[in-house]
């Protein structure tokens, strides 16, 4: 079946610092989609990339889609302390399910 | 955006014994999905229940472990049978609307 690889699975940066997580399917998708959870929280969507090649911007969030619509990554600009959480990838091969990858935690120390 | 209001927020269990989660939406939907989600790991999807047939389940789960009620458009149960300390987890309710997911605050159950 469908496998979304994500990495790193950990990262601990100082504020300031840039991150960026990396997501990577066995397949190729129909769309990608990125959510953010805080600790104790539910997953909370982010955006959605649909276009070979996409990259779409959120204030200091960038995404990319892979040409081949088989990656995608997420890069923080700047870190602030309320970024920290763990930011997951999922695949949606175009059957309505979404397969997630195994999440990147993100610690900002201020 | 669909408000879905998910309970019981958390419960501890005795093993052997089941739980019921229950998970309404704001708004009619075709689709509602069902998550486990270990603690510190990702979401890994338990089922798709859709009004009026059977819910579809994944890989690994299976209907009498797992019985789910879709019974209208607004309102589904996921219920976890026998229940046993290794289903001692997050279960998370899922809408999609336009290209997005949203989730339930998640039902955090022990089981002991």
């Known amino acids: 079946g469908q496998q979304v690889m994500q990495i790193p699975q950990y990262q601990h940066v100082q504020e300031g610092e840039d991150f960026t997580t990396y997501c990577n399917s066995s397949t190729t998708l129909s769309n990608i989609q990125w959510y953010k959870q805080r600790p104790g929280g539910h997953p909370v969507f982010l955006i959605q990339l649909v276009k070979s090649g996409e990259v779409k911007k959120q204030k200091r969030l960038t995404f990319q889609f892979g040409e081949a619509k088989k990656n995608s990554s997420l890069h923080i600009t700047a870190t602030q302390t309320t970024d920290v959480g763990t930011y997951f990838c999922?695949?949606?091969?175009?059957?309505?399910?979404?397969?997630f990858g195994k999440g990147t935690m993100l610690l900002v120390s201020p | 955006s669909a408000v879905i209001s998910q309970k019981p927020s958390r419960d501890i269990c005795q093993r052997g014994t089941s739980l019921t989660i229950q998970c309404q939406v704001d708004?009619?939907?075709?689709?509602m999905f069902w998550y486990r989600q270990q603690p510190g790991q990702s979401l890994t999807l338990i089922a798709t229940?859709?009004?009026?047939?059977?819910?579809?389940?994944e890989s690994g789960f299976v209907i009498d472990k797992f019985p789910i009620s879709r019974p209208n458009l607004t309102f589904s149960t996921l219920t976890v049978s026998n229940m046993s300390p290794e289903d001692s987890s997050i279960y998370l309710c899922?809408?999609?609307?336009?290209?997005?997911?949203?989730f339930g605050q998640g039902t955090r159950l022990t089981v002991v």
């Open positions: 229940a859709n009004q009026g047939s059977e819910a579809t389940y």
């Open positions: 708004s009619q939907v075709t689709m």
């Open positions: 999922a695949g949606d091969s175009g059957y309505s399910t979404l397969t």
């Open positions: 899922s809408v999609a609307e336009l290209g997005r997911s949203f």
